[in-house]
């Protein structure tokens, strides 16, 4: 059961716009930046959005993060079917002095 | 450009110690956090832990009572040590240079634990 709850999965047809949630408490997200992870079938995490809605260089502006509260979501717009893949959100917990990371969400493009 | 690279026995007894190395290419150990996460098969990922060179270290506290890390600065290295493993430590092991986030993975390493 992991600390971060994120939708198990999501789904969305090319060019649609789709949102994966974040949930966390007052010790993580409510008081840490959040980062988003994709993970391509068999390949390692790459990061994806950090301090909540940075992207790192290289990554399209199809992909954008928010914040608000307790809770963060990442959105991508214009899906394409090399986006089908696991996301996990993450981030520091104060509570457990240590990073925690949501369940992933299986991103399915139609 | 910082790369990293995991190593380490592909297969671990139960109750034995799980040992794994991550060398730093590009970059130096003695600079930021360096972070070890694992993955069960079909699993999410799990963060075991995270050190800096200067000796702090921030540890997963359900694996805490298991583990060690530390770094060797002459080869460029820093490692992992589980120790006791069940079946429940077979996963793939990343390591990943930590800031406020992790930037750079390495590609993975699996772990069996199995006699």
């Known amino acids: 059961q992991s600390v971060l709850t994120q939708p198990p999965s999501a789904s969305g047809t090319p060019g649609q716009r789709v949102t994966i949630s974040c949930s966390g408490s007052?010790?993580?997200?409510?008081?840490?930046?959040v980062n988003w992870y994709q993970q391509l079938p068999g390949t390692a995490p790459k990061l994806l959005i950090y301090?909540?809605?940075q992207r790192p260089s290289g990554v399209p502006d199809r992909f954008s993060g928010s914040k608000s509260g307790t809770s963060a979501s990442l959105a991508i717009s214009g899906l394409q079917s090399e986006d089908e893949a696991d996301y996990y959100c993450?981030?520091?917990?104060?509570?457990?002095?240590?990073?925690?990371f949501g369940g992933g969400t299986k991103l399915t493009v139609l | 450009q910082v790369q990293l690279q995991e190593s380490g026995p592909g297969l671990v007894k139960p109750s034995e110690t799980l040992s794994l190395t991550c060398t730093v290419s590009?970059?130096?150990?003695?600079?930021?956090?360096w972070s070890w996460i694992r993955q069960p098969a079909g699993k999410g990922l799990e963060w075991i832990g995270r050190m800096y060179a200067s000796g702090i270290t921030h540890y997963n506290p359900s694996l805490k009572s298991r583990v060690t890390m530390s770094e060797d600065t002459s080869k460029n290295q820093f490692s992992l040590k589980l120790t006791s493993v069940t079946a429940a430590d077979t996963a793939v092991y990343y390591c990943?240079?930590?800031?406020?986030?992790?930037?750079?993975w390495g590609q993975g390493t699996t772990v069996t634990v199995s006699s």
């Open positions: 590009g970059g130096s150990v003695s600079s930021f956090y």
């Open positions: 007052s010790s993580n997200i409510g008081s840490n930046t």
């Open positions: 990943a240079r930590d800031l406020r986030h992790m930037d750079v």
């Open positions: 301090s909540n809605d």
């Open positions: 993450a981030t520091w917990d104060d509570s457990l002095n240590g990073r925690v």
